[in-house]
Nanobody, 123 residues
Framework: QVQLVESGGGLVQVGDSLRLSCVFS????????MGWFRQAPGKEREFVAR????????YYADSVKGRFTISRDNAKNTVYLQMNSLRPLDTAVYYC????????????????WGQGTQVTVSS
């Protein structure tokens, strides 16, 4: 049974940094493209970043490009999202997700999801 468990969220000030982690278990982690999505109150879930199985192809939403970095450690079955220069609009529940078939920024293409971790950026 596949499980994804996120951690690292919290309440921060504008301009601060946070690093989210997501531990994957239940299947070979290296088989999966990993993505981060977020959902703000009253809004639809949106793509944030993804990383290929071998880590050589990160891809970002325009809204986070240059501020967020996605990475993975296949030895630790973990994907990370380093978030710098945080803004109030980054406030959301952040979810990690696993995609077995192909790299995608569409949430419908992801097979497994974590429970989410709250990130709140206060001004």
């Amino acid at each position: 049974q596949v499980q994804l468990v996120e951690s690292g969220g919290g309440l921060v000030q504008v301009g601060d940094s946070l690093r989210l982690s997501c531990v994957f278990s239940g299947r070979p982690f290296s088989y999966y493209t990993m993505g981060w999505f977020r959902q703000a109150p009253g809004k639809e879930r949106e793509f944030v970043a993804r990383i290929s199985r071998s880590s050589n192809m990160p891809y970002y939403a325009d809204s986070v490009k240059g501020r967020f970095t996605i990475s993975r450690d296949n030895a630790k079955n973990t994907v990370y999202l380093q978030m710098n220069s945080l803004r109030p609009l980054d406030t959301a529940v952040y979810y990690c997700a696993a995609n077995f078939r192909a790299s995608s920024d569409q949430d419908r293409d992801y097979d497994y999801w974590g429970q989410g971790t709250q990130v709140t950026v206060s001004s």
